[in-house]
């Protein structure tokens, strides 16, 4: 079994950051990339950034490129977003997915976590 869970979540003004977590734990070796996603209802989930855990690549959706940053720690199995000059249309739950595939992917995830909320107020 693998265990996905984020932390971090919160209230937080326009302009300002804020940084989430995702610990993986159990057996999580031949998992290879960690991504965050997001939802607004009624929007559908959508794809924010990825990391692959051995060399450290990443992809970011278009709409957090230059402000959101992804990053890892290997030995604590750890995964972090920072987010900054936030705007109120990031507000969603952010969820935190684990990829058996070495491909970073933006679909196709098999363990995810139950999700943190993230509340930009303008």
């Known amino acids: 079994q693998v265990q996905v869970v984020e932390s971090g979540g919160g209230l937080v003004q326009a302009g300002n950051s804020l940084r989430l977590s995702c610990a993986a734990s159990?057996?999580?070796?031949?998992?290879?990339?960690m991504s965050w996603f997001r939802q607004a209802p009624p929007k559908e989930r959508e794809f924010v950034a990825a990391i692959r855990w051995s060399d450290g690549s990443t992809l970011y959706a278009d709409s957090v490129k230059g402000r959101f940053t992804i990053s890892r720690d290997n030995a604590k199995k750890t995964a972090y977003l920072q987010m900054n000059s936030l705007k109120p249309e990031d507000t969603a739950v952010y969820s935190c997915?684990?990829?058996?595939?070495?491909?970073?992917?933006?679909?196709?995830?098999?363990?995810w976590g139950q999700g943190t909320q993230v509340t930009v107020s303008s």
């Open positions: 997915a684990l990829s058996r595939r070495v491909i970073i992917t933006t679909t196709d995830y098999d363990y």
């Open positions: 159990g057996r999580t070796f031949g998992t290879y990339v």
